[in-house]
């Protein structure tokens, strides 16, 4: 698949089929996304796969934390957003809403819990960095997981950037065995798209440009 094909038609995948992928398949999607420019060629992601009944037991401690404590989705800013931001996320839900509705299941429990369980994907990429680079770092795990995304889709398997896990990064640390130096950037949910659920078919929109770009000529 070429790439402008790829960037046209990814989208994020919130329903998976109940099937393994390969290790050879997420090898090669990792690879590809190894190939993302970072500064100075650090590399500073430090990458955790989790696969098949692992994944789906740390989906259950991070859902009974989840039930515990309560934290959702949401913008988490610090400061309150500029409204144009906070529009175009609620239109984002506001037109997720009736694809949950067709499936019969509650949105905020389908978005949190489903988030949590990574939408029932057989794999979740973690993404960490040391706790030694500066924020300005993270950029280079999301040149990452923009590669990795668009690998995926390009080789067949639907993904979906995760978050919210970012609020239990804790708990999954401690799943992981990983030191508290760590941080959690984000993880990616990867498998087979279950086509068939209406949320699957779901498309998001983006700003015209003019929106977002000021030239200087
Ligand atoms: C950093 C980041 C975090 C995200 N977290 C979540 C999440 O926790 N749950 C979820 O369902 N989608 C999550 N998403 C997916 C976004 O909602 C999605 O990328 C956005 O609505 C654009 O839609 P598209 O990916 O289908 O183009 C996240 C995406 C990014 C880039």
């Known amino acids: ?3 402008q094909t790829a960037m046209e038609n990814r989208s994020s995948c919130r329903s998976y089929l109940d099937e393994s992928v390969s290790h050879d398949l997420i090898r090669e999607i990792l690879s590809d996304a190894s190939r993302a420019p970072s500064a100075l060629n650090m590399q500073p992601w430090e990458i955790h796969v989790v696969m098949g009944s692992e ?23 610090s400061k309150q957003l500029p409204g144009v931001f906070m529009a175009r996320a609620r239109k984002c839900a506001d037109d997720m809403v009736p694809m949950v509705q ?3 299941i509650d949105f905020k429990e389908f978005v949190n819990e489903g988030s949590l369980n990574f939408y029932g994907a057989p794999c979740v990429v973690f993404i960490f960095m040391d706790d030694s680079f ?32 970012n609020s239990y990064s804790a708990e999954i640390r401690d799943f992981l065995n990983i030191p508290e130096s760590k941080n959690l950037v ?10 068939s ?17 000021r030239w200087i000529d």
């Not at 984000?186 to 086509?195: C, E, F, N, R, Y």
């Not at 998001?204 to 003019?210: F, G, I, K, N, Y």
């Open 1 to 3: 698949m070429d790439i």
């Open 55 to 77: 994944r789906k037991r740390l989906s259950r401690k991070l859902i009974k934390s989840y039930r515990e404590r309560g934290v959702t989705c949401g913008p988490g800013a």
């Open 102 to 104: 067709k499936m019969g």
């Open 134 to 165: 500066p924020p300005e770092r993270m950029v280079d795990a999301g040149a990452f997981m923009g590669f990795l995304t668009l690998s995926a889709f390009s080789k067949g398997l639907g993904s979906c950037p995760i978050g919210l896990v």
């Open 186 to 195: 984000i993880s990616v949910a990867l498998g087979k798209t279950d086509s």
């Open 197 to 213: 659920k209406p949320i699957n078919g779901f498309r998001t929109q983006r700003a015209t440009l003019d929106e977002v770009i």
